[in-house]
């Protein structure tokens, strides 16, 4: 149940990101483009992606492989790759290293494949199915580092895409 709704910027936001010191469940809804191929594609740029789901922020990444390591019977000797791009600012919040065009924040979130996201495209204002454009969509590669059956499953959104937050019992509504 909700306590309250707070219309936010998204600076205000990611200062009380920033506060995070425990691993916590939100409930985010974003939009964001969706990646794809430029050669012959009459959709390229201009697909939104709506998600609605829940995600876990403020966990330690390694630790949670090598956890999920030991549950799987193996070595938890695994060591994350340095960021691309993005460094750790907070335990869930990320900036840009290369900061030539501005500071950019980004959301880190954790992903579970139970969580049944709610998610829908746009396509010029209108709804259009995924089936239309999915032959253009840039193809993702799931990490084989991991070596574990239950992987855990990161994502960062950039936090201009970030529509909403639902965290703590607090509604946080983005507003520009």
């Known amino acids: 149940m909700l306590k309250e709704t707070i219309y936010i910027t998204r600076p205000e936001m990611v200062n009380v990101l920033m506060g995070v010191e425990n691993p916590t469940f939100v409930n985010l809804v974003t939009k964001t ?8 594609n009459p959709f390229h740029d201009m697909v939104t992606k709506c ?11 390694e630790n949670r492989v090598n956890n999920n390591r030991v549950k799987e019977g193996i070595e938890n000797d695994f060591v994350s790759s340095p960021l691309s791009g993005k460094q750790h600012i907070s335990k869930c919040v990320l900036t840009n290293t290369n900061q030539e065009n501005g500071v950019k924040f980004y959301l880190m979130c954790e992903w579970f494949k139970r969580s049944y996201p709610k998610i829908s495209y746009e396509f010029e204002g209108n709804s259009i199915e995924r ?29 201009d895409s ?9 509604r946080y509504i983005m507003i520009d």
């Open 162 to 170: 970030v529509q909403e937050i639902r965290m703590n019992k607090v």
């Open 131 to 159: 089936e239309l454009f999915k032959s253009y969509e840039v193809k993702r590669k799931e990490s084989e580092k991991q070596e574990v059956e239950n992987k855990v499953n990161i994502v960062t959104y950039g936090m």
């Open 33 to 40: 483009k969706v990646r794809m191929n430029k050669k012959g």
């Open 51 to 61: 998600l609605t789901s829940n995600f876990y922020i403020g966990s330690n990444y």
